[in-house]
């Protein structure tokens, strides 16, 4: 007698029904399916080895990323020891300055003031300064960046150099005549290249503007008539009543750190759901332990 017919003799005569005296729960589990049967072992070859795949890859990048972030940090402390190390004369060869981004140099020539231009807007970077140089409650707000070409004095050849930052109600050279340098004067500035592009910041149209949005080295030596060189003057330079000369920060993205996690998570959860599927063992077969009395059902 089966088991399902057996349930209906219970239903109608649970007396009669003795064949549940001999039932055991081996019996009944093998006649109710699993809810959750386990994955044939046939699955792990060869389409299991082929997903296997995606946890061996996701480490893999992950432990690329581990180096690429300590490859970052080296480049980051190399350029900052540039901009402490001491100051070189500007090269004879102006090409040299492709490999001397962030190096310090030393010049000497005269600001041309009529010729000036901004950048903007800009943020200050410098904490620690004179408050008789700027107002501490200005450099909190938006401004801009001076900068103004350099006729060097011992060569024919005019460079650009940021001044530094200044707030916006100083954009006009008539507010700030006092720091309108006109004598021969030798500054150290720190070599920069153009900014890289970026993807929420409109094109450079400085005529529309009136001022440039990304430090493009090559245009605005065109129209400044000036050299391709440009250097951000440091700290020192700064007059009163001048912009806020250092105005330097070293900015290299650095989300290493977060690649890593997310390709190290990934690696981990797609090797759990690939053990789970292909190699999770079955339980062991036991025999049952527990035998229905047919004294509840009398």
Known sequence: MGWNACLRLLSQQPKRCSVLKSLSLKQYSSQVPRLKPYVSKKKSAPSGYVLLIIPITTFGLGTWQVRRREWKLDLIKMLEDRTMAEPIPLPEDLEELENLEYR?????????????????????????????????????????NVITPFKLSDRDIIIMVNRGWIPMKKKYPVTRLEGQIEDEVEIVGVVRHSDPPRMMTPTNDPKTHGYWMLRDVEAMAGASGSSPVFIDADIHSTVPGGPLGGQTKITLRNEHLTYIFT????????????????????????????????????
């Not at 020539?109 to 200005?138: C, Q, W, Y």
């Open 263 to 298: 390709w190290y998570t990934l690696s981990a959860i797609t090797a759990w759901m690939w053990y789970r599927m292909f190699r999770r063992p079955p339980p062991p077969q036991r025999p049952a332990d527990i035998v229905f009395n047919s004294r509840k059902f009398s």
């Open 104 to 144: 310090r140099i030393r010049v000497k020539g005269r600001f041309m003031h009529k010729d000036e231009f901004t950048i903007a807007p800009r943020s200050n970077f410098v904490e620690d300064f004179d408050p008789k140089l700027v107002n501490r409650d200005a450099v909190k707000k938006v401004g801009m």
